[in-house]
């Protein structure tokens, strides 16, 4: 049953060159970006499994970074190991850094982009819709009938709504819980799957050996952001607005603003807006330090315990324990759309925009996303001056 025993389904090449697709056209944040991956290489081509699918999910909620970017170079991981996850997660990140560095320079050199609110006004309330309908497919595959996970999806749910932001510690909790009610545990004496992968992160020496002190600076300060930080691209958002705008002041509110609103009108992770907020910064050689010292901690927390998870994910207690994370997970997947839909509809057109994008994309099951965002954006420009006026 272990598909890592088969021979892969796809080549190295394949899959480098989906995730450079997905990177390039993939709008909708991460949980719009987890959904496609489970539709396009679970559902459709079948290059991973469903099980080997939850692992990564589970993992990559487990563990602090950007969630797609972590799922992402998992499957990468399943059957070309570390090189299948290096390749991933370039081809993954790379397209959306070079659109945000291109955008950088762009507003440095035309004194801001008024035009990105417009864009967003449209593009954002669109972007609930996708979400919106990757949630309930995740939901639906994942969940089931399940009267326990249910509860936990449930749970997480409200949570999620209630605080605004994940609690790391509940994944581990539904994990526990249904390992201990559906397996409960004969190897504990066996180790923790997580202790080597814990111990050896040295994150921030991907940039102590530069010179300049605001590139170091720069490096530190995204490392803790890549290492400390859980949850999905979104939750990244507050602890960079604490350090960039209130305690090191390299960016004003409204370049802040800007920058967050460019991760989110382009495609692949929302974090990659790390690479904006460095071009700020310093230029080039800024994004580039912030999004390697942002990304390689979530490279390292996936790849050091992938063995672990592949060793003994079959036994029935990891199951058990993968499947109650996968409900955490997916509960706290669907409450971030409510939350993040209370800030983007903020309106009768916006709500209508994201009504349109449900009922055509429940419609038209093959109505490619990237179209449903270039007419959001569209209707953003003409809408948006009417709105405000």
Not at 172 to 200: E, T, Y
Request: proline share 5%; net charge positive.
């Amino acid at each position: 049953m272990s598909p890592v025993a088969d021979k892969p389904a796809y080549t190295l090449w394949q899959m480098a060159l989906y995730m450079l697709r997905l990177g390039t056209f993939g709008f909708g944040g991460p949980v719009a970006l987890v959904g496609y991956m489970h539709r396009d290489l679970v559902e459709s081509r079948q290059w991973i499994s469903d099980a080997d699918y939850k692992e990564g999910l589970a993992l990559a909620q487990l563990a602090p970074g950007p969630l797609a970017a972590q799922l992402g170079i998992y499957l990468g991981y399943v059957h070309y190991r570390i090189w299948g996850a290096t390749v991933a997660g370039m081809a993954f990140v790379l397209p959306s850094f070079l659109m945000v560095v291109a955008l950088g320079w762009a507003y440095m050199h035309f004194g801001g982009i008024s035009w990105m609110q417009a864009v967003f006004y449209g593009v954002g309330a669109a972007v609930i819709g996708i979400i919106f309908m990757s949630a309930k497919k995740l939901t639906q595959k994942s969940v089931g009938k399940d009267k326990l996970l249910w509860a936990i999806y449930l749970l997480q749910v409200a949570v999620t709504v209630v605080t605004q932001s994940e609690v790391a510690w509940l994944f581990i909790a539904a994990g526990l819980l249904v390992w201990l009610l559906r397996a409960p545990p004969k190897w504990l004496g066996k180790g923790s799957m997580n202790s080597v992968a814990l111990s050896q992160l040295p994150f921030a020496a991907v940039v102590t050996t530069l010179d300049l002190p605001l590139l170091v600076q720069i490096g530190m300060f995204f490392a803790k952001a890549g290492a400390f930080v859980f949850g999905s691209g979104l939750a990244i958002v507050p602890f960079l607005y604490g350090g960039i705008v209130t305690e090191h002041h390299w960016l004003n509110d409204k370049q802040f603003v800007d920058a967050v609103a460019v991760a989110m009108i382009t495609p692949g992770p929302v974090v990659i807006t790390v690479g904006f907020i460095g071009y700020l910064i310093a230029g080039l050689p800024g994004a580039t330090v912030a999004a390697l010292a942002t990304f390689i901690p979530c490279y390292l927390f996936t790849i050091l315990p992938a063995p672990y998870f592949k060793k003994y994910g079959k036994l029935p207690g990891v199951v058990a324990f993968v499947d109650g994370i996968t409900a955490a997970a997916i509960g706290a997947i669907t409450g971030s759309v409510i939350v993040i839909a209370q800030r983007s509809i903020v309106d009768i057109p916006t709500a209508l925009i994201a009504l349109i994008t449900v009922a055509l994309l429940w419609r038209y099951k093959k109505l490619q996303e990237p179209i449903v965002i270039a007419v959001a954006a569209i209707a953003g420009l003409v809408l948006y001056p009417l709105a405000i006026s």
